[in-house]
């Protein structure tokens, strides 16, 4: 399913009724879902707005990531490891219940 059809789907949308929200002819936007047609982006984006959407930019996977804590705790041997889970598990059960309050 492509991510056109998803989002109109999801948006409870005909085809027609994108092409009527977006103005964007219902014959181009089957193109488009069907793989036989790639939309410019300003396109894809005005398609995607009319469905509640938008596009946007994060860091791939992997990317932008600090490791610097990963590193710090690969250093650590398994027990140690597992008493700061201990530890930071007991300091979120104790967030969790002022919250309650």
């Known amino acids: 399913m492509s991510l ?6 999801s948006a409870g949308f005909s085809q027609r009724q994108l092409a ?3 103005g964007i002819p219902q014959p181009a936007i089957a193109r488009i ?3 036989r047609s790639t939309p ?4 894809l984006a ?8 938008s596009l ?3 860091p791939a996977a992997g990317e932008g990531v600090d490791r610097t804590a990963i590193r710090r705790l690969r250093q650590l041997t398994p027990a140690e ?3 700061i889970a201990v530890r930071e598990a007991r300091n979120l ?9």
């Open 93 to 101: 059960e104790k967030v969790v219940a002022r919250r309650q309050r």
């Open 33 to 35: 879902e069907s793989g």
């Open 40 to 43: 410019r982006l300003d396109t």
């Open 81 to 83: 490891r597992a008493e």
């Open 4 to 9: 056109l059809s998803y989002a109109r789907r």
């Open 20 to 22: 009527e929200r977006s």
């Open 56 to 58: 946007g930019l994060e």
């Open 46 to 53: 005005s398609l995607l707005r009319a469905c509640g959407l």
